[in-house]
């Protein structure tokens, strides 16, 4: 029995591969044309090869693909049809096809298909459960409201993503097809544009500018601020110029703000309609002659208006004239008009009520003097006359000679007889006199050389001078925008600008005159667009350059300009003031001509002067706190950091003495004590 029944099975085993060949066979057949796809208990990877070699397409599986299908079609398949099949069954057990553009297909989990090279389409080409990406453009919702009821209808465990940006209001989606397709759907359907129509509401006695800003502050309290790219909320803008509010919007916004205008466009009471303002900027006084000159003009402006309304409101306002006066010691307005004059005044008064901006301007004036100067002459004289003399700038051999010899010693020899016939003899010196000699040497300037024989003497003079002289100047100064401000370093000079000294006036008397002499520089700044600077310049230089017959001569150096330059930038000004060369030669005719040999009777002068202006300047705009703040700590810990530097050296003489020195920066620097509190703390200090 066990041996019939083993046959058995064996033949029954070989009937059913027959028949499965014959099967396998006419499905081959079949699907020549169409496809009926029949797959129980199968390994995936194995249904994967089928459909493959059955497509005749190239597809890799991810080794994550794993596990075992079931699926049985009863009607026969198009290659389309088949294709599909294929897809629906991976989606079913959690897997994805990503084509690539090669034709090449990959298996992978859909769950990692987002991340993946997915292809972005446009339109609908595709309608299955293939992966894709599409980018929708969004114009009248706003993405970052969309995108969260999106992700909820879209299969994000089966690799879908929904992803918004907010800059461009466009939609990315990610995921199979017929999901994508219908997303869009969805968005089309959604992004339809509302009643965004536009309404102007012209205002009869607020403020537009100021409405606005009611309407902005209300909506922040109540989170409704708009956004860039929100089309729901309603928004505001203000026309100064016509006093009017436009309002956009869907309907019911526009409706709740119209109403909420109206509601607040009500007529002041006129009376006492008075209102104190206190300015943070501006000077109340500077502003009253502004504001007054705006009233007439307003004034003025409604009685020409040819309205029977406004010119019966335009009477009644010239009825009750406007006050406008200031309170210097609280900086204050204090206004009195209409409430339409009123809302005009107050505008004006919030856009000149600023915070001006300060220019800093550093300055470095250098002026260069440079002289060159050679004198060289000989001179001539003889004891018993006669000789040369020059007198540009070479001391003379007579005067010399003569200084010389009242400067020697006289020795004198006296002879005689006595009473007794006898013959006597004895010597007597005199002392020289050198107060002669010594003013000659006095004004002696280089070299001399010379000698005296037989009562002829020469001098021989060598003189060269070098002149150098740099006079600098750091000037900081900082003003606010459109002041000048002034800095100078120097002295006031007097000169005489009048006298009577006559013998026949009672009264004599000198008018005199303080002169500032020095280093000058007046500069107004004035910012224009962006961050550009003019400038207006007065820089001078002058000094005291020596007396004359009638007063002191000046000599002054100027530049007056208008320049503009950028913040930071540099400028400079100035150059080559002047440069001179002399030559002065004094000789004896007919002599100083002879070649070499006349050289000893002529002296020769040569000077060469050359005088060099610049002037730097480099501006800064300083619109904060902060930052003038870090320009001052800059400044003061440079200044600091020299007299550290001294205080390190030590001072001569006195090695137990501390110089002084700045304290560290502090925001809040202190004052130096009072002499009273300087007091209490010795008297504590000793107890």
Same mark, same amino acid.
């Given at each position: 029995?066990?041996?019939?029944?083993?046959?058995?099975?064996?033949?029954?085993?070989?009937? $059913?591969?027959?028949?499965?060949?014959?099967?396998?066979?006419?499905?081959?057949?079949?699907?020549?044309?169409?496809?009926?796809?029949?797959?129980?208990?199968?390994?995936?990877?194995?249904?994967?090869?089928?459909?493959?070699?059955?497509?005749? +397409?190239?597809?890799?599986?991810?080794?994550?693909?794993?596990?075992?299908?079931?699926v049985?079609?009863?009607?026969?398949?198009?290659?389309?049809?088949?294709?599909?099949?294929?897809?629906?069954?991976?989606? =079913?057990?959690?897997?994805?096809?990503?084509?690539?553009?090669?034709?090449?297909?990959?298996?992978?989990?859909?769950? %990692?298909?987002?991340s993946?090279?997915?292809?972005?389409?446009?339109?609908?080409?595709f309608? !299955?459960?293939?992966?894709?990406?599409?980018?929708?453009p969004?114009?009248?919702?706003?993405?970052?409201? @969309?995108?969260?009821?999106?992700?909820?209808?879209?299969?994000?465990?089966?690799?879908?993503?929904?992803?918004?940006?907010?800059?461009?209001?466009?939609?990315?989606?990610?995921?199979?097809?017929?999901?994508?397709? +219908?997303?869009?759907?969805?968005?089309?359907?959604? #992004?339809?544009?509302?009643?965004?129509?536009?309404?102007?509401?012209?205002?009869?006695?607020?403020s537009?500018?100021?409405?606005?800003? $009611?309407? %902005?502050?209300?909506?922040?309290?109540?989170?409704?601020?708009?956004?860039?790219?929100?089309?729901?909320?309603?928004?505001?803008?203000?026309?100064?110029?016509?006093?009017?509010?436009?309002?956009?919007?869907?309907?019911?916004?526009?409706q709740?703000?119209?109403?909420?205008?109206?509601?607040?466009?009500?007529?002041?009471e006129?009376?006492?309609?008075?209102?104190?303002?206190?300015?943070?900027?501006?000077?109340?006084?500077?502003?009253?002659?502004?504001?007054? !000159?705006?009233?007439?003009?307003?004034?003025?402006?409604?009685?020409?208006?040819?309205?029977?309304?406004?010119?019966?409101?335009?009477?009644?306002?010239?009825?009750?004239?406007?006050?406008?006066?200031?309170?210097?010691?609280s900086?204050?307005?204090?206004?009195?008009?209409?409430? #339409?004059?009123?809302?005009?005044?107050?505008?004006? $008064?919030?856009? *000149?009520?600023? +915070? +001006? &901006?300060?220019?800093?301007?550093?300055?470095?004036?250098?002026?260069?003097?440079?002289?060159?100067?050679?004198?060289?002459?000989?001179?001539?004289?003889?004891?018993?006359?006669?000789?040369?003399?020059?007198?540009?700038?070479?001391?003379?051999?007579?005067?010399?000679?003569?200084?010389?010899?009242? &400067?020697?010693?006289k020795?004198?020899?006296?002879?005689g007889?006595? #009473?007794?016939?006898?013959?006597?003899?004895?010597?007597?010196t005199?002392?020289?006199?050198? &107060?002669?000699?010594?003013?000659?040497? !006095?004004?002696?300037?280089?070299?001399i050389?010379?000698?005296?024989?037989?009562?002829?003497?020469?001098?021989?003079?060598? =003189?060269?001078?070098?002149?150098?002289?740099?006079?600098?100047?750091?000037?900081? @100064?900082?003003?606010?925008?459109?002041?000048?401000?002034?800095?100078?370093?120097?002295?006031?000079?007097?000169?005489?600008?009048?006298?009577?000294?006559?013998?026949?006036?009672?009264?004599?008397?000198q008018?005199?005159?303080?002169?500032?002499?020095?280093?000058?520089?007046?500069?107004?700044?004035?910012?224009?667009?962006?961050?550009?600077?003019?400038?207006?310049?007065?820089?001078?230089?002058?000094?005291?350059?020596?007396?004359?017959s009638?007063?002191?001569?000046?000599?002054?150096?100027?530049?007056?300009?208008?320049?503009?330059?950028?913040?930071?930038?540099?400028i400079? *000004?100035?150059?080559?003031?002047?440069?001179?060369?002399?030559?002065?030669?004094?000789? =004896?005719?007919?002599?100083?001509?002879?070649?070499?040999?006349?050289?000893?009777?002529?002296?020769?002068?040569?000077?060469?002067?050359?005088?060099?202006?610049?002037?730097?300047i480099?501006?800064?705009?300083?619109?904060?706190?902060?930052?003038?703040?870090?320009?001052?700590q800059?400044?003061y810990?440079?200044?600091?950091?020299?007299?550290?530097?001294? /205080?390190s050296?030590?001072?001569?003489?006195?090695?137990?003495?501390?110089?002084?020195?700045?304290?560290?920066?502090?925001? /809040?620097?202190?004052?130096?004590?009072?002499?009273?509190?300087? @007091?209490?703390?010795? #008297?504590?200090?000793?107890?």
């Amino acid at each position: 029995m066990t041996c019939c029944s083993g046959k058995r099975r064996n033949i029954f085993k070989g009937l $059913i591969i027959a028949l499965g060949s014959a099967f396998f066979a006419v499905s081959s057949l079949v699907a020549a044309a169409d496809y009926s796809p029949n797959f129980k208990n199968t390994e995936i990877s194995e249904f994967i090869n089928i459909v493959g070699k059955n497509l005749k +397409r190239t597809i890799i599986v991810d080794p994550n693909v794993r596990g075992k299908i079931t699926v049985r079609s009863y009607d026969l398949l198009s290659e389309e049809q088949y294709y599909q099949f294929f897809l629906n069954v991976l989606q =079913v057990y959690g897997y994805s096809v990503v084509e690539m553009s090669s034709g090449v297909i990959k298996v992978i989990r859909s769950k %990692d298909a987002k991340s993946s090279n997915l292809p972005v389409v446009e339109g609908s080409p595709f309608d !299955g459960d293939e992966m894709i990406t599409r980018v929708m453009p969004v114009y009248n919702v706003p993405v970052r409201e @969309l995108a969260p009821l999106l992700r909820q209808l879209n299969d994000t465990t089966g690799g879908g993503n929904v992803v918004s940006h907010d800059a461009s209001n466009v939609m990315m989606l990610t995921g199979r097809a017929a999901v994508v397709n +219908r997303l869009v759907e969805i968005i089309e359907r959604v #992004d339809q544009a509302g009643d965004e129509e536009v309404e102007i509401v012209k205002l009869k006695y607020a403020s537009a500018s100021e409405m606005v800003r $009611i309407i %902005d502050s209300i909506n922040k309290s109540q989170g409704k601020a708009p956004t860039a790219n929100s089309k729901s909320e309603p928004r505001v803008v203000a026309d100064d110029r016509t006093n009017s509010i436009i309002v956009s919007g869907d309907i019911k916004a526009r409706q709740r703000l119209v109403n909420l205008i109206e509601r607040m466009d009500q007529e002041l009471e006129t009376n006492g309609n008075t209102r104190v303002i206190f300015l943070n900027y501006a000077k109340a006084d500077e502003l009253v002659k502004v504001l007054q !000159g705006v009233s007439a003009s307003i004034q003025a402006e409604t009685s020409g208006n040819g309205s029977s309304k406004t010119n019966s409101r335009a009477a009644s306002s010239n009825n009750r004239s406007v006050s406008i006066d200031s309170h210097e010691d609280s900086n204050a307005l204090v206004i009195t008009a209409e409430p #339409d004059m009123m809302r005009s005044l107050e505008e004006v $008064i919030r856009q *000149l009520d600023i +915070r +001006r &901006a300060q220019v800093q301007v550093e300055a470095i004036i250098v002026e260069v003097f440079e002289g060159d100067g050679v004198t060289l002459g000989v001179q001539l004289g003889s004891e018993e006359g006669g000789g040369t003399q020059f007198t540009n700038g070479v001391t003379g051999i007579g005067s010399l000679a003569v200084a010389a010899e009242q &400067a020697r010693d006289k020795t004198t020899t006296t002879t005689g007889f006595d #009473d007794d016939g006898n013959p006597y003899s004895y010597d007597s010196t005199v002392e020289g006199d050198f &107060a002669t000699l010594a003013s000659v040497l !006095g004004g002696v300037n280089g070299m001399i050389a010379g000698f005296v024989k037989n009562g002829w003497g020469a001098v021989v003079q060598a =003189v060269s001078t070098d002149t150098n002289s740099n006079i600098l100047a750091t000037p900081h @100064l900082t003003t606010m925008d459109n002041e000048e401000a002034y800095f100078i370093v120097g002295q006031e000079v007097p000169i005489i600008t009048g006298s009577t000294a006559s013998s026949t006036n009672s009264n004599p008397f000198q008018q005199v005159e303080r002169k500032e002499v020095g280093i000058k520089l007046k500069v107004t700044p004035q910012i224009n667009e962006g961050d550009a600077i003019q400038l207006s310049i007065e820089q001078e230089v002058s000094s005291v350059n020596g007396a004359t017959s009638v007063d002191i001569a000046i000599s002054k150096r100027e530049i007056k300009t208008s320049v503009i330059v950028d913040d930071g930038g540099t400028i400079v *000004l100035g150059g080559l003031i002047d440069e001179d060369v002399q030559e002065s030669v004094s000789k =004896v005719p007919l002599l100083g001509d002879i070649p070499f040999i006349g050289n000893l009777f002529k002296s020769t002068t040569t000077s060469k002067r050359k005088r060099n202006l610049m002037v730097f300047i480099r501006p800064t705009i300083i619109r904060d706190g902060v930052t003038m703040n870090k320009i001052s700590q800059r400044k003061y810990q440079y200044i600091r950091g020299e007299q550290l530097k001294r /205080q390190s050296q030590g001072i001569p003489l006195m090695p137990l003495t501390e110089g002084p020195a700045l304290p560290e920066w502090d925001e /809040q620097l202190s004052l130096p004590p009072s002499f009273n509190e300087y @007091l209490e703390n010795k #008297d504590k200090a000793e107890d």
